[in-house]
């Protein structure tokens, strides 16, 4: 029989805090590396059992790998033309992208009007366009940079919109029995009021860019991680493969974290919610 | 005019325009390789006709539909057992924070080294992708139970097993449909990608379905009005996938509002 | 009221949302004399807050004029300040920031220069008693001290009239009463007739309603309408002896009995 008091600990729901133990950093670290080492240990004894070094590498050599690699500087090499490349994109794309948003957000004449283009574009996904864009501008540094715009630009659009829509109708209203003109509402009110939907909708657009990068360096182009890892895998060198996709992975978890870390700094009053992943 | 065909013909003025501007553009240039409107129309014609565009869909599909429920079939489970039990999650979730920053198709050359350029492959990049949205937003569905409900079971006796069954999961259900969702679009888009790559790898070579397709369309006959009715056909199959799938959800649900 | 001393009008005013919709307020006929502190009270749902907008210049009526010193009101302005039940603070200003948001970018703050604007601002954030709070965030503050700074952003554009829509409805019954005297303070009931501000107050506490006013308008809902208007002679300035004397208590009696019946039908089917 569950008695309440099991409820409680076998549950760990949300807003229980005070019968669950609280997870301090230094706990959570801590369960973290105990994950990970029996992850590794695992993968050690499926490498040795397996024995071939191009299926599955032992993770030190994988760890070799990586470290040679940033020894003779090619990781960083890759990194910082990849990262690059999402910087450049992440820009392009929040130039269209942000106004755009901002008047579809305010205008149902125009969002009505837009919003169909948008809506019949979306659901073609940035790879889709990669032959196309290959036809177009051959392989180099504009594809993966057009395909990652593209990529980018759906999700900060919509959440762009979203975030001015969901502008707290009593702040305008405040405004406007204060005598302040319309324009300077825009400026002064909505935009401010609909930045941390605004950060969001950027930390998903370089979610959605990055996972593009891969896709498209890994097709079209002759530089970034994407390339370095099919490059290493032509060559059948394992290890090197899985330093270039860890590396990948851990790019794409810090660009976001930095996100989510400059929107705290920014919007330091948003809600818990907005800034979720 | 009534107040409704004013509607739809605010919504299509915008696209009609431009596809108008299109094939004015694009027929002036005179290259009879360039995609126009006309042309790709015909194209689609063609394809749909000779059976290849429907094959190639059908196939994508097929490794679509496989690698779905191989992943919901893990994640599902997972995702309910990590968000109902603090223990489970602590473990697990180093592991999965991860790996999901680590894109599928990133993942793809290690699957093409273990797997070879067939479906067995593109099967493992779609399972991966529909993994971790399917499994993050379970556990958030599973997080989020009210702990009230799960007072009442308690005092109402059920124990460990039933309560998942008769709270938890109904009451993570919204959240699991929406992970299914998000899981399903992103697996579409897994897919396409995977078999672009497979074909710019394998030399065109037979893996099949529509990413494959595109990719000799461009690679080998530069036919890109063919290109362009693929990207539409991607398009279309997105959002006819998105529609089945929320209105299978919603009759699961009929208690949400939606 | 003699012509004059009427601050506020409104005349057989009508409001109906979407053609052929609800109305939410009917034929109501009400004048504010200047300088004085009017209550609506009434049932939840029966269309006080209309009321309210329809004086803010945030909607307009689909029947009757509401006028302001004579003139019609065609919209939102400064000299008519609101105050929201939610306070509708800027989150991403201090209070500070808050209060001097209607002297920066409207014409409340038309001849005003950075120096002169700053110290309205000090001296009003001073008059609310928040002084010290200036550089903290909104939801750095307490539900009692968010009020005090929607009513500072208020009170520094000099407005002819205060419009309160519910303002206390979200503070706990302690912090309240504090504010209902703070607010009449603030107002200056401790200072001549001449120099206090119109107000006009919504509220569903009756007690509040008869702890704050000159007079009482009390509505009646479904279609909202102006069922009496209660005067309450209680001597200014009023305080905690106010709440207890037996006339105060008389009136809010009188008052309940009028929307007593209303009251208990909105709680059952």
Same mark, same amino acid.
């Given at each position: 029989?569950?008695?309440?008091?099991?409820?409680?600990?076998?549950?760990?729901?949300m807003?229980?805090?005070?019968?669950?133990?609280?997870e301090?950093?230094?706990?959570?670290?801590?369960?973290?590396?105990?994950?990970m080492?029996v992850f590794?240990?695992?993968w050690?004894?499926v490498?040795m059992?397996t024995s071939?070094p191009?299926?599955?590498?032992?993770?030190?050599?994988?760890?070799a790998?990586?470290?040679?690699?940033?020894?003779?500087?090619?990781?960083?090499k890759?990194a910082g033309i990849?990262l690059?490349?999402?910087v450049?994109?992440?820009?392009?794309a929040?130039?269209?992208?942000?106004p755009?948003?901002?008047f579809?957000?305010l205008s149902?004449?125009?969002?009505?009007?837009?919003d169909?283009v948008?809506?019949?574009?979306?659901p073609?996904?940035?790879i889709a366009w990669i032959?196309l864009?290959l036809?177009?501008f051959g392989?180099?540094?504009?594809?993966p940079?057009?395909i990652?715009?593209?990529?980018?630009f759906?999700p900060?659009?919509?959440g762009?919109?979203?975030?001015?829509r969901?502008?707290?109708r009593?702040?305008?209203?405040?405004?406007?029995t204060?005598?302040?003109p319309? +324009?300077?509402?825009?400026n002064?009110?909505v %935009?401010? $009021?609909?930045?941390p939907? &605004?950060? =969001?909708?950027?930390r *998903?657009?370089?979610?959605?860019s990055?996972?593009?990068?891969?896709a498209?360096?890994?097709?079209?182009?002759?530089?970034g991680?994407?390339y370095?890892v099919?490059w290493? +895998?032509?060559?059948?060198?394992t290890?090197? %493969?899985? $330093?270039?996709?860890?590396? &990948?992975? =851990?790019?794409?978890? *810090?660009?976001?974290?930095?996100?989510?870390?400059?929107?705290?700094?920014?919007?330091p009053?948003?809600?818990d919610a907005?800034?979720?992943p | 005019?009534?107040?409704?065909?004013?509607?739809?013909?605010?919504s299509?003025?915008?696209?009609?325009?431009?596809i108008?501007?299109?094939?004015l553009?694009g027929?002036?240039?005179?290259?009879p390789r360039?995609?126009v409107p006309?042309r790709?129309?015909a194209?689609a014609?063609?394809?749909?006709?000779?059976?290849?565009?429907?094959?190639?869909?059908v196939?994508?599909l097929g490794?679509?539909?496989?690698?779905?429920m191989?992943?919901?079939?893990?994640?599902?489970?997972l995702?309910l057992a990590?968000?109902?039990?603090?223990?489970i999650e602590r473990?697990?979730?180093?592991?999965?924070?991860?790996?999901?920053?680590?894109?599928?198709?990133?993942?793809?050359?290690?699957?093409?080294?273990?797997?070879?350029t067939?479906?067995?492959?593109?099967?493992?990049?779609?399972?991966?992708?529909a993994?971790?949205?399917?499994?993050?937003?379970t556990?958030?569905?599973?997080?989020?139970?009210?702990?009230?409900l799960?007072?009442a079971?308690?005092?109402?006796?059920?124990?460990?097993i039933q309560?998942i069954?008769?709270?938890?999961?109904?009451?993570?259900?919204?959240?699991i449909?929406v992970g299914?969702?998000?899981?399903?679009?992103?697996a579409w888009?897994?897919?396409?990608?995977?078999?672009?790559?497979?074909?710019?790898k394998?030399?065109?070579g037979?893996s099949g379905g529509?990413?494959?397709?595109?990719?000799v369309?461009y690679?080998y006959?530069?036919?890109l009005n063919?290109?362009?009715?693929?990207?539409?056909a991607v398009?279309?199959?997105?959002?006819?996938?998105?529609?089945v799938?929320r209105?299978?959800?919603r009759?699961?649900?009929?208690?949400?509002?939606q | 009221m003699?012509?004059?001393?009427?601050?506020?009008?409104?005349d057989?005013?009508g409001?109906?949302?979407?053609?052929?919709g609800?109305?939410?307020?009917?034929?109501f006929?009400?004048d504010?004399?200047?300088?004085e502190?009017?209550?609506?009270?009434?049932?939840s749902?029966?269309?006080k807050?209309?009321i309210l907008?329809?004086l803010?210049?945030?909607?307009?009526?689909?029947?009757?004029?509401a006028?302001?010193?004579?003139?019609?009101?065609?919209?939102?302005?400064?000299?008519?300040?609101?105050m929201?039940?939610?306070?509708?603070?800027f989150?991403?200003?201090t209070?500070?920031?808050?209060?001097?948001?209607g002297l920066?970018h409207?014409p409340a703050?038309?001849g005003?220069?950075a120096a002169?604007r700053e110290?309205r601002?000090?001296?009003?954030?001073?008059?609310v008693?928040?002084?010290?709070?200036?550089?903290?965030?909104?939801?750095?503050?307490?539900?009692?001290?968010r009020?005090r700074?929607?009513l500072a952003?208020?009170v520094a554009?000099?407005?002819?009239?205060?419009?309160?829509?519910e303002p206390?409805?979200?503070?706990?019954?302690?912090t309240?009463i504090?504010l209902?005297?703070?607010?009449?303070?603030i107002w200056?009931?401790?200072?001549?007739?001449?120099?206090r501000r119109?107000?006009?107050?919504?509220t569903?506490?009756?007690?509040?309603?008869?702890?704050?006013?000159?007079r009482?308008a009390v509505?009646?809902?479904h279609?909202g309408r102006?069922k009496?208007?209660?005067?309450?002679p209680?001597r200014r300035?009023r305080?905690?002896?106010?709440r207890?004397d037996?006339?105060?208590q008389?009136?809010?009696?009188?008052?309940?009995?009028?929307?007593r019946?209303e009251?208990y039908?909105?709680?059952?089917a």
């Open positions: 029989m569950l008695g309440i008091g099991d409820t409680h600990r076998r549950f760990s729901v807003g229980n805090s005070q019968r669950a133990r609280r301090t950093p230094l706990g959570s670290a801590f369960a973290y590396l105990r994950t080492l590794i240990a695992a050690w004894a490498s059992w071939n191009v299926l599955l590498p032992s993770p030190f050599a994988v760890i790998a990586f470290v040679e690699l940033a020894g003779d500087l090619e990781l960083f890759h990849s690059g490349r999402m450049l994109s992440l820009g392009l929040a130039l269209l992208a942000l755009l948003g901002l579809m957000g149902r004449w125009f969002d009505a009007l837009v169909p948008v809506e019949l574009l979306r073609i996904s940035g032959p864009a036809f177009i392989i180099g540094n504009a594809l940079v057009f990652m715009t593209y990529a980018a759906f900060i659009v919509l762009t919109i979203a975030g001015v969901s502008v707290d009593r702040l305008v209203d405040a405004a406007r204060m005598g302040i319309d +324009r300077t509402i825009v002064r009110v %935009v401010p $009021a609909a930045l939907s &605004i950060l =969001v909708a950027v *998903l657009g370089v979610a959605s990055w996972t593009a990068v891969v498209a360096e890994l097709i079209g182009a002759p530089s991680l994407g370095a099919e290493y +895998r032509e060559l059948l060198m290890p090197q %493969v899985m $330093a270039f996709i860890a590396t &990948i992975g =851990v790019l794409g978890y *810090l660009s976001d974290r930095s996100l989510r870390m400059l929107a705290q700094r920014f919007t009053w948003a809600s907005s800034t979720a | 005019m009534t107040f409704s065909s004013i509607r739809v013909a605010r299509v003025a915008l696209p009609l325009t431009l108008v501007v299109w094939q553009l027929t002036a240039m005179g290259n360039t995609p006309t790709i129309a194209a014609l063609q394809l749909t006709a000779s059976g290849d565009l429907p094959l190639a869909i196939q994508s490794r679509v539909f496989a690698g779905f191989i992943a919901a079939a893990i994640a599902v489970p995702g990590m968000g109902s039990s603090r223990a473990n697990v979730d180093p592991l999965v924070e991860s790996f999901r920053p680590i894109a599928a198709i990133a993942i793809l050359p290690l699957a093409i080294l273990w797997l070879g067939g479906t067995p492959a593109a099967m493992l990049i779609v399972a991966y992708a993994f971790f949205p399917i499994v993050v937003n556990i958030a569905g599973a997080k989020r139970v009210s702990p009230t799960l007072r079971a308690a005092t109402m006796g059920l124990d460990h309560t069954r008769t709270v938890i999961v109904p009451s993570a259900l919204p959240a449909g299914l969702r998000i899981a399903m679009g992103v888009t897994a897919i396409v990608a995977a078999e672009l790559a497979v074909g710019a394998a030399g065109g037979g529509i990413g494959q397709m595109m990719f369309f690679a006959s530069i036919e063919r290109i362009v009715v693929c990207m539409i398009g279309l199959v997105a959002l006819v996938l998105d529609h799938l209105a299978g959800l009759s699961l649900m009929p208690w949400v509002s | 003699t012509e004059s001393a009427v601050k506020l009008r409104l057989s005013i409001k109906r949302f979407d053609a052929g609800t109305v939410a307020v009917q034929d006929t009400l504010v004399a200047r300088g502190f009017l209550v609506i009270v009434g049932p749902g029966c269309g807050t209309t907008n329809l803010a210049g945030l909607e307009s009526p689909t029947s009757g004029t006028s302001l010193d004579g003139k019609r009101i065609g919209g939102p302005g400064p000299e008519r300040g609101v929201f039940q939610d306070y509708a603070l989150p991403w200003h209070v500070l920031g808050n209060v001097e948001f920066r409207g703050g038309n005003l220069d002169a110290q601002v000090r001296k009003t954030i001073d008059l008693g928040l002084k010290g709070a200036e550089h903290k965030y909104p939801h750095q503050l307490s539900g009692g001290m009020q700074v929607a952003r208020l554009n000099e407005p002819d009239v205060l419009l309160m829509d206390l409805a979200a503070l706990d019954a302690q309240r504090i209902q005297d703070e607010l009449l303070r200056g009931q401790d200072r001549p007739p001449a120099e119109t107000v006009v107050f919504i569903h506490a009756i007690d509040e309603a008869v702890f704050l006013a000159d009482v509505m009646t809902s279609p102006l009496a208007v209660i005067d309450v209680l300035p305080g905690d002896a106010t207890a037996p006339q105060s008389a009136l809010c009696q009188h008052i309940w009995s009028l929307i019946d009251a039908r909105a709680t059952v």
